[in-house]
């Protein structure tokens, strides 16, 4: 039989977590072998973890990283085993996969193309190995192959792609199949984003297609460090097709997902190609171990895909699993013990309280009592919790703190929201801590602060004076403060700061407001599969977004004091994602917002850019955020942008030109 089992794992470690790190992989390996899988790989330096920073230079983290590969290699007899670790090597360090076939290491394979661009900063830590290059790796007294190597497992060839290798145009597996391999092994850190999955499937399904090997993609699962999350979702190819596919947003710390293939099908399928050419340049001999793969009988396989995978609602569902997982491991992973949310009866606090009461509900409904408790065992008296009433009204804290410009309505919303949840709810009135900062201010001033003079200062002061009790709380309960910014905000600085954007973390920031309001109203009527609907959330979706700062009369809005949020989302990704100028920004504003006309499209714009250029410093404070698609405004990951700037103060007189000629009738030409 030329039959033979491989698999990938979807692994969920944490940066420099050596036991914990192992423990995983070694139970990995365990669940593989149980399953028949011949051949395994696991992701992308997953001794290490993928997040370690500038620790990835640590002088002692080498040695660390081999003390922990020889703990492996006793688990790996009767098994071939890709491992993701950090090499040392002459001069540079490399991310790299060791190959151990049962028991030894047969070589390491560095990464030949570095992710360097939005959240990605390998090529700060790492150095790219260059294509067709081979040496000998010195470690611990031996010598091991490494370099663009492809190995031989008991008449099996393999070779990999690692990650970003697949990504770019001209992959490694090209060459790779040129050389006769049979498997390719794409052990990846590739983190969570909307529509990336359906990539994935296509390069693999491809690589399986145009290389005619068996393809193997095994990914990170969960929050790793702190701000990106990763789906997991294995992936496994032959015949040009997907035969395998791992679940996606688990709350487990380990999934196997393997299949099987026949490598003599696709030799000949390789063989038959008119198109294939051969590679019979001389090289060096490619690192070989003996090994005997298990019989086993063919049988008919087929990806799997769980429901909501392939439902109308794919978008929703992805942005619901990522935030709950990724709260969940921050939960853990921090050692917290439980959340604060302060509502308002908004859009944006009521779906961070329903996202965290929601992951509760998810985990412990995948987990079960036991797995659940220990995932979270640092929490007192979780095992005593019977009912999911009772571990959200543990877990998940909320208060709404009033001020004379808050409403009955919206108090009201917050209520039914959080009773509807589970969680604990308490409303408090804070209008005599904001008189007290009033008061002492006008006594420094000598003057009455009024409306009409100090509108901002008499907004922010309300916004803020709700941080320290919040923080109070959190810190009684040893609970993690939730941030309730949403993108759309943070791009114009709609925020307090130490006030509204007090917390921990900030997991709603990484979503723009046009879309967090499509998505609560689809959780008010659907939910997410296997969970239930929000119907309470009807209170708040009827609700037009406000801050309520100031006093009721005024009629204050979100939109009113900024611009309707889709058009303020759609200059944001015009002007930041496309880096766009803003006389571009306007011209596309005004085709795709016809029913404005070009002054108001030309004051929205101007007032966008003047906006985010005033209020990078506060994007620089914001709490931690999740990474859901490729538009994060985070500066620490994703956006850079300096504090200090010129303010596009030229560009922006080219706009008003531009709009004033439009409004005219005349042609306003981009200069």
Same mark, same amino acid.
């Given at each position: 039989?030329?039959?033979?089992?491989?698999?990938?794992?979807?692994?969920?470690?944490?940066?420099? $977590?050596?036991?914990?790190?192992?423990?995983?992989?070694?139970? &990995?390996?365990?669940?593989?072998?149980?399953?028949?899988?011949?051949?395994?790989?696991?992701?992308?330096?997953?001794?290490?973890?993928?997040?370690c920073e500038d620790a990835f230079h640590g002088t002692q983290l080498q040695e660390t990283v081999f003390d922990i590969l020889e703990e492996i290699l006793p688990e790996t007899r009767g098994i071939a085993v890709s491992v993701g670790m950090p090499i040392y090597h002459?001069?540079?360090?490399?991310? !790299?996969?060791?190959?151990?076939?049962?028991?030894?290491?047969?070589?390491?394979? +560095?990464?030949?193309?570095?992710?360097?661009?939005?959240?990605?900063?390998?090529? @700060?830590?790492?150095?790219?190995?260059?294509?067709?290059?081979?040496?000998? &790796? !010195?470690?611990?007294?031996?010598?091991?192959?490494?370099?663009?190597?492809?190995?031989?497992?008991?008449?099996?060839?393999?070779?990999?792609?690692?990650?970003?290798?697949?990504?770019?145009?001209? #992959?490694?597996?090209?060459?790779?199949? #040129?050389?006769?391999?049979?498997?390719?092994?794409?052990?990846?850190?590739?983190?969570?984003?909307?529509?990336?999955?359906?990539?994935?499937? @296509?390069?693999? &399904?491809?690589?399986?297609?145009?290389?005619?090997?068996?393809?193997?993609?095994?990914?990170?699962?969960?929050?790793?460090?702190?701000?990106?999350?990763?789906?997991?979702?294995v992936l496994i190819g032959t015949g040009g097709r997907l035969a395998a596919a791992g679940p996606r947003f688990s709350f487990r710390p380990v999934l196997v997902t393997g299949a099987a293939f026949d490598t003599a099908v696709n030799r000949m399928n390789r063989a038959r190609n008119g198109g294939f050419e051969p590679d019979f340049?001389?090289?060096?001999?490619?690192?070989?171990?003996?090994?005997?793969?298990?019989?086993?009988?063919?049988?008919?396989?087929?990806?799997?895909?769980?429901?909501?995978?392939?439902?109308?609602?794919?978008?929703?569902?992805?942005?619901?699993?990522?935030?709950?997982?990724?709260?969940?491991?921050?939960? @853990?992973?921090? #050692?917290?013990?439980?959340?604060?949310?302060?509502?308002?009866?908004?859009?944006?606090?009521?779906?961070?309280?329903?996202?965290?009461?929601?992951?509760i509900e998810a985990a412990y409904q995948e987990l079960g009592h036991e797995a659940f408790c220990q995932a979270l065992a640092h929490i007192p008296d979780l095992r005593q919790t019977a009912t999911h009433a009772e571990r959200i009204g543990r877990l998940v804290h909320c208060v709404y703190q009033a001020t004379a410009n808050s409403s009955e309505t919206t108090r009201a919303a917050a209520e039914e929201v959080v009773r509807s949840l589970g969680a604990s709810m308490a409303c408090v009135n804070?209008?005599?801590?904001?008189?007290?900062?009033?008061?002492?201010?006008?006594?420094?001033?000598?003057?009455?602060?009024?409306?009409?003079?100090?509108?901002?200062?008499?907004?922010?002061?309300?916004?803020?004076?709700?941080? +320290?009790?919040?923080?109070?709380?959190?810190?009684?309960?040893k609970a993690l403060l939730l941030a309730t910014s949403n993108r759309s905000e943070a791009a114009v600085g709609y925020a307090t700061m130490d006030g509204d954007t007090c917390g921990s973390l900030s997991p709603i920031a990484g979503i723009n407001k046009t879309y967090l309001r499509e998505w609560l109203r689809w959780l008010e009527k659907h939910g997410p599969e296997g969970l239930h609907p929000v119907p309470a959330l009807a209170a708040v979706n009827r609700l037009p977004p406000t801050a309520e700062l100031r006093p009721g009369e005024s009629g204050q809005t979100d939109e009113g004091d900024l611009m309707?949020?889709?058009?303020?989302?759609?200059?944001?990704?015009?002007?930041?994602?496309?880096?766009?100028?803003?006389?571009?920004?306007?011209?596309? &504003? #005004?085709?795709?917002?016809?029913?404005?006309?070009?002054?108001?499209?030309?004051?929205?714009?101007?007032?966008?850019?003047?906006?985010?250029?005033?209020?990078?410093?506060?994007?620089? @404070?914001?709490?931690?955020?999740?990474?859901? $698609?490729?538009?994060?405004? $985070?500066?620490?990951?994703?956006c850079r942008f300096p504090i200090l700037s010129g303010g596009f103060e030229r560009e922006l007189r080219e706009l008003k030109r531009v709009a004033a000629a439009d409004l005219s009738g005349g042609v306003g030409e981009a200069g």
């Open positions: 039989m030329t039959w033979l089992k491989v698999g990938g794992a979807a692994l969920n470690q944490t940066p420099l $977590d050596w036991e914990g790190n192992a423990r995983n992989i070694v139970q &990995a390996i365990r669940l593989a072998r149980e399953e028949g899988i011949s051949m395994l790989c696991l992701p992308e330096l997953c001794i290490t973890g993928y997040g002459k001069t540079a360090l490399f991310n !790299a996969a060791c190959l151990i076939v049962d028991g030894r290491i047969l070589g390491f394979r +560095p990464k030949q193309h570095l992710a360097g661009s939005g959240l990605h900063y390998e090529p @700060r830590w790492f150095k790219p190995w260059p294509r067709g290059v081979r040496d000998e &790796a !010195a470690v611990r007294g031996r010598s091991y192959p490494i370099g663009d190597l492809v190995f031989s497992v008991g008449g099996v060839r393999v070779g990999f792609e690692i990650c970003e290798d697949a990504w770019v145009a001209q #992959r490694p597996g090209g060459e790779m199949a #040129r050389r006769g391999v049979d498997v390719i092994l794409n052990p990846s850190a590739s983190h969570f984003a909307f529509g990336k999955h359906d990539v994935r499937k @296509r390069f693999v &399904a491809e690589g399986a297609r145009a290389f005619h090997v068996a393809y193997v993609y095994a990914n990170l699962l969960g929050n790793e460090a702190g701000r990106i999350i990763y789906d997991g979702g340049s001389p090289g060096a001999a490619e690192p070989a171990a003996d090994f005997r793969f298990p019989p086993i009988e063919p049988y008919v396989q087929s990806p799997q895909f769980a429901d909501w995978e392939t439902g109308p609602h794919l978008k929703e569902e992805e942005f619901a699993r990522a935030i709950m997982l990724g709260l969940f491991d921050y939960l @853990r992973k921090s #050692r917290s013990h439980g959340f604060v949310v302060s509502v308002s009866g908004g859009a944006d606090s009521s779906a961070t309280a329903c996202l965290a009461c929601l992951m804070v209008e005599s801590l904001v008189r007290g900062y009033v008061s002492m201010i006008e006594g420094v001033l000598g003057r009455e602060l009024r409306w009409e003079q100090d509108d901002l200062a008499l907004q922010n002061i309300q916004a803020r004076v709700r941080g +320290p009790g919040v923080w109070l709380l959190a810190n009684v309960k309707p949020y889709p058009v303020l989302d759609f200059i944001e990704r015009a002007a930041i994602l496309a880096k766009l100028p803003p006389v571009e920004v306007f011209h596309l &504003a #005004r085709a795709h917002f016809p029913e404005y006309g070009p002054a108001q499209i030309g004051t929205w714009v101007e007032r966008f850019f003047g906006l985010w250029c005033r209020n990078q410093w506060k994007r620089e @404070r914001y709490a931690p955020s999740f990474h859901v $698609d490729d538009e994060n405004l $985070d500066p620490k990951t994703w």
